[in-house]
């Protein structure tokens, strides 16, 4: 396989100090990891193994890999092969993404009593987007479907729910947008 003209290790070697400069601050220390394993990919950096062929003994030096998950030449193939996997999963309705979100203050309460705390965040949110879709000025559909998904993080103490709201029509996907857009200023970040 022939190496494409410019690959994101290219850039990264080329503007990382200038961009790590200005937005390195700002930069988690995976990030800083991250940008650093594909700046290094398999250069000499890394130091390198010879293969050599069974049949007619030619030989090849390679060069190793950073083996970092952010690294496009790494994971780059197993990547696409997942997404093209996920594509197939894709409801085949228009929907949104709803995300709830615990403040993190309530994270240890989560903890200690997640079906109270889970419970009460569930009615609650589902009794907000009935009343939404339930809302005459937005002439939405009478019945709404959700799939929601619970992500609990210990370690950060985060607790989101993940809603899939389906659409039923164009219009109402475009005012289900401006809807939780509105919501999302309202309640801030």
Avoid at 68 to 74: I, T
Avoid at 93 to 119: C, E, K, M, S, W
Avoid at 165 to 189: D, H, N, T
Wanted: contains cysteine; hydrophobic residues 40%; positive net charge.
């Amino acid at each position: 396989m022939s190496r494409p003209p410019l690959e994101v290790a290219d850039v990264v070697r080329q503007y990382g100090d200038a961009f790590l400069e200005r937005y390195g601050p700002t930069l988690a220390d995976a990030q800083h990891r991250a940008l650093r394993a594909i700046a290094l990919c398999r250069t000499a950096a890394l130091g390198g193994h010879i293969t050599q062929c069974d049949h007619c003994e030619h030989e090849v030096q390679a060069y190793n890999s950073c083996r970092n998950r952010s690294c496009p030449k790494c994971h780059g193939a197993a990547q696409a092969t997942w997404l093209a996997a996920r594509e197939g999963e894709v409801l085949n309705t228009p929907y949104v993404h709803g995300i709830f979100t615990l403040p993190h203050d309530l994270g240890p309460l989560a903890l200690q009593n997640p079906r109270l705390l889970y419970g009460l965040l569930f009615r609650t949110v589902a009794q907000t987007l009935q009343d939404i879709a339930g809302d005459n000025r937005h002439s939405l559909m009478e019945r709404l479907g959700v799939c929601r998904v619970t992500s609990a993080r210990k370690r950060h103490c985060t607790k989101t729910i993940l809603f899939l709201i389906r659409i039923l029509a164009e219009k109402a996907l475009r005012v289900w947008q401006e809807c939780l857009y509105s919501m999302l200023k309202f309640f801030g970040p």
